[in-house]
């Protein structure tokens, strides 16, 4: 766990979030400043401080993240049609350095994105 990171205080319970899912590994829970009807979050409990620092032994936690985005968005009532989106750097949008997932649905997404 990073002390100074917002995502570690939330997978660690100190920041309560409403859950959407939890196990072991993952957590994901609603974006609180939703670009969409459907805004939620996807993070591995392990800080990995974005796309680019992960490593070989954390490659299963993408896999991982991309499941549980899956299963969620079903149960949020956005079956199979959303965005995931996930940025590298503060030149492409990250402000928090916790690799997360964003999954955007429930409206017509449009491209480019920004």
Not at 4 to 29: H, M, Q, R, S
Not at 56 to 69: C, F, I, M, W
Not at 83 to 110: C, D, I, K, S
């Amino acid at each position: 766990m990073d002390d100074n990171c917002l995502f570690c205080k939330i997978a660690a319970g100190i920041i309560p979030v409403e859950k959407l899912y939890e196990d072991e590994e993952i957590i994901a829970f609603s974006d609180i400043a939703p670009q969409a009807p459907v805004h939620f979050l996807v993070i591995p409990k392990k800080h990995i401080a974005g796309p680019a620092a992960i490593g070989q032994d954390d490659e299963h936690l993408l896999g991982r993240a991309l499941r549980v985005a899956a299963q969620i968005a079903k149960k949020e009532g956005i079956g199979d049609q959303y965005r995931l989106v996930t940025n590298n750097g503060t030149e492409a949008g990250q402000t928090v350095f916790h690799l997360h997932l964003h999954v955007l649905g429930g409206r017509t997404m449009q491209w480019p994105p920004g």
